[in-house]
């Protein structure tokens, strides 16, 4: 499954399945980008960032893809599991702002057995 | 510590009265951060510490909303005069320094203003 931008607010995916959660970012002057998950009930847990001279950075189950032409982000989830279900967020920063990260609205993601 | 802390975990107010909510950030971590997040909502931005500079409380959503922070390490958040629409999550965050460094974040502290 795939979630386009912030408009579609969850995403079902299941189990096994890979999971592609996508971020429009807002300023072309963004040089920082991280993606955070956050179960029910807990504080934002840091996933996976990626700088602005980078195309792609991995981790463990996860790929963070940025394309800066058309300023988007997306976070691939592997084999998603049901400990995946959380509200996945891409914040971005932009150099000079003091308040270093900007938020978009989350991508609520449920893993169907 | 180990993570940020924050304190605490839950409090039910009255309407009318003053909160404080404590943040512990991480030992080292010089920028600290709150945020706010509504039900099902985003993280909205409140006020910015770093180091010894004047913070920036542009995010803060009225007078009633005021911020400290003691020796460059804890933090305090007080609410006066609550109002329910000031139920939400608070959550602290901290990092090393400002400008492309991973903010982590606490688990929150859950106002609920009745």
């Known amino acids: 499954g795939e979630s386009v931008g912030l408009h579609l607010p969850t995403l079902s995916v299941q189990e096994g399945d890979n999971s592609i959660i996508n971020c429009a970012y807002s300023n072309s002057a963004s040089d920082y980008f991280i993606w955070y998950k956050q179960e029910s009930g807990k504080g934002p847990q840091f996933i996976i960032d990626?700088?602005?001279?980078?195309d792609k950075r991995q981790g463990q189950r996860v790929t963070v893809l940025l394309n800066k032409t058309v300023k988007h982000l997306s976070l691939q989830i592997a084999a998603t599991q049901p400990g995946d279900s959380a509200v996945y967020f891409c914040a971005e920063n932009f150099p000079g702002s003091a308040r270093q990260l900007t938020f978009g609205s989350g991508t609520q993601l449920t893993v169907l057995p | 510590g180990a993570g940020v802390s924050q304190s605490p975990s839950n409090k039910v107010t009255e309407k009318g009265k003053d909160v404080e909510l404590r943040c512990d950030p991480i030992?080292?971590?010089?920028?600290l951060y709150w945020y706010r997040q509504s039900l099902g909502q985003g993280l909205e931005f409140l006020i910015y510490f770093q180091g010894n500079s004047a913070p920036d409380k542009s995010g803060l959503p009225s007078d009633r909303f005021s911020a400290e922070r003691t020796g460059g390490s804890v933090s305090t958040l007080t609410i006066q005069r609550t109002q329910q629409e000031d139920s939400a999550v608070y959550l602290c965050a901290s990092s090393r320094r400002q400008g492309g460094n991973t903010i982590y974040f606490g688990e929150g502290s859950w106002l609920t203003v009745v």
């Open positions: 030992s080292g971590h010089t920028a």
């Open positions: 990626i700088r602005s001279n980078m």
